[in-house]
């Protein structure tokens, strides 16, 4: 190949670039990453700075862990799993929340997810604050927990899209990190770090990719920026895509961001313990003392709260988080903690959020944003997963399923010319049918070191119509 021609161009080195890329490298094909920043992992970034330990600013729990591929990839490296139950499974210090009231408030918590997880799919759409019971006691800190799963309130959450994530419930750690595992994931790849892509041209046989430091001439493209980025329209495409402009303006990017903070007599609190800095109210912290045990707290902020923190700069951040575990824990212990890192992912350029959430009655917006274009443009990232959305691992399944595997299996889409032999069939062709096409998806198997593809529910009762609700086992 030519300096500046690929096979496949992959746009965005995150978990589903890197994915992807990976992917294609095993199958022995050409590929090119190209990347706005000047590292790998885009929202999976671990930094170390002035601290003593290794810091997740993105993300940091491997949600569904025993299914989750990023666990053995970690592993495969070296790196050590921490099976700790998550602080959010166990009852909060019983600081300014009595254990009483939290009885009271984790029923109504449970009952506010059974109520959206037993939604029928066929009623109609609504935002998931309707949900709540009318003027629920708890309703302020159900909103709370939303502004960290979603980052955003539940008023700007689709219902339905919360209904149809699944979680095995199984969350772990990675000891050095998961941005680390992620980032080292992609060694080897050819990539062009620094390199924002501004526009994708399919008017030509060949795709023209047009970045500051030249153009990339390519056969097929996997694009992966964040949703929020192509809903404003940051990467352009000619002749342009209004279809996919309109389904990423459906799932913005909510906002979570964590500010670290070193923590002086940690002891004396337990490791792996929470506290909410308000229960009354949904524009409030949580703090998570001493992650992995060591003598931090991870205070995690969300929603508009989020928002009018970054709007305030990085003290603001520090100024709240201290006067919430002040008000908790009396003024002294302002002088305990120092804070150490932060990153303000609403206002970084390349993410523009933190991960994505459905706005009411644009669930099934993920389907027409994964849905490839002319065989030739392909489109991964979180957002484009209708269960695993927001993950990272979410982005790892849409990376692969967008990158070609073995052209003889059934379910490839890929566009060369020894795909042709595949029956392609079986995949919906047109965005408005990927739409209401339940997507295939790549589940893994932990004994293997590809994922395994299994196909859901429509393609299921293609085959069997008994089985159209349960995926059938590769
Ligand atoms: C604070 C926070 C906490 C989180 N916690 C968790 C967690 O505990 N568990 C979990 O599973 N997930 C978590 N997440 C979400 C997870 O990090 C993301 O879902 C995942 O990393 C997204 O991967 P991606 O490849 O889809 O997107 P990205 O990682 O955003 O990758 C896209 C890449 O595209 C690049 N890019 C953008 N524009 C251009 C352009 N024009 N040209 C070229 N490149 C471009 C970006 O720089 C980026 O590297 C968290 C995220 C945040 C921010």
Redesign the pocket.
């Given at each position: 190949m030519a300096k500046g021609d690929t096979e496949v161009v992959i746009?965005?080195?995150?978990?589903?670039?890197?994915a992807a890329g990976r992917r294609i490298m095993d199958a022995h094909l050409d590929c090119l990453v190209?990347?706005?920043?000047p590292r790998?992992?885009?929202?999976?970034w671990t930094m170390r700075g002035n601290s003593a330990f290794p810091i997740?600013?993105?993300?940091?729990?491997?949600?569904s862990a025993d299914r989750n591929p990023w666990r053995d990839i970690a592993e495969a490296q070296g790196c050590s799993i921490d099976t700790t139950p998550p602080p959010w499974t166990r009852r909060s210090a019983p600081i300014g929340f009595p254990p009483s009231e939290q009885t009271s408030f984790l029923q109504a918590l449970q009952e506010f997810h059974q109520q959206l997880h037993s939604r029928p799919e066929q009623e109609p759409d609504v935002p998931a604050a309707t949900v709540l019971e009318p003027l629920g006691q708890w309703n302020a800190l159900i909103n709370a927990i939303s502004t960290y799963a979603n980052g955003a309130e539940l008023d700007r959450v689709s219902a339905r899209d919360v209904s149809r994530y699944d979680d095995s419930g199984v969350n772990w750690r990675v000891v050095e990190g998961?941005g680390t595992v992620?980032a080292a994931h992609g060694a080897g790849l050819p990539v062009m770090l620094g390199?924002?892509?501004?526009l994708i041209d399919r008017s030509g046989r060949r795709l023209r990719v047009e970045?500051a430091g030249g153009a990339i001439t390519a056969d097929s493209a996997i694009v992966?920026?964040?949703s929020g980025?192509l809903a404003e329209e940051?990467?352009l495409f000619t002749p342009p895509l209004p279809e996919k402009t309109e389904a990423a303006a459906g799932l913005p990017l909510g906002l979570?961001?964590?500010l670290f903070l070193a923590l002086a007599e940690a002891e004396e609190f337990d490791k792996e313990s929470r506290l909410f800095g308000r229960t009354d109210r949904s524009d409030t912290g949580v703090y998570h003392f001493r992650p992995f045990g060591r003598p931090q707290i991870e205070a995690?902020f969300g929603g508009r709260l989020a928002a009018e923190l970054e709007a305030g700069g990085d003290l603001a951040f520090a100024d709240f988080a201290i006067g919430e575990l002040v008000g908790l824990l009396g003024s002294d212990f302002a002088h305990r903690v120092k804070p150490l890192h932060l990153?303000r992912?609403g206002v970084d350029p390349?993410?523009r959020?933190?991960?994505?959430h459905a706005l009411p009655g644009k669930a099934d917006c993920r389907g027409v944003l994964a849905a490839p274009v002319d065989d030739r443009v392909f489109f991964?990232?979180?957002?484009c997963s209708r269960s695993d959305?927001?993950?990272?691992?979410?982005?790892y399944l849409?990376?692969v399923a967008a990158a070609p595997d073995d052209f003889n299996y059934p379910c490839g889409w890929w566009p060369k010319p020894a795909a042709s032999a595949a029956p392609r069939s079986v995949r919906p062709s047109s965005p408005a049918e990927y739409a209401s096409f339940p997507i295939v998806s790549v589940r893994y198997t932990p004994s293997s070191n590809l994922p395994a593809i299994r196909f859901t529910a429509a393609l299921a009762a293609m085959l069997s119509p008994r089985r159209a609700r349960k995926p059938i086992a590769a």
């Open positions: 746009v965005g080195g995150g978990a589903a670039g890197i190209v990347e706005a920043r790998l992992g885009g929202r999976a997740d600013l993105g993300c940091g729990w491997l949600h998961y992620i390199q924002p892509v501004r970045t992966t920026v964040p980025l940051r990467l979570a961001d964590k995690y990153h992912w390349f993410a959020g933190s991960y994505s991964a990232g979180e957002a959305y927001s993950t990272a691992h979410g982005a849409t990376g």
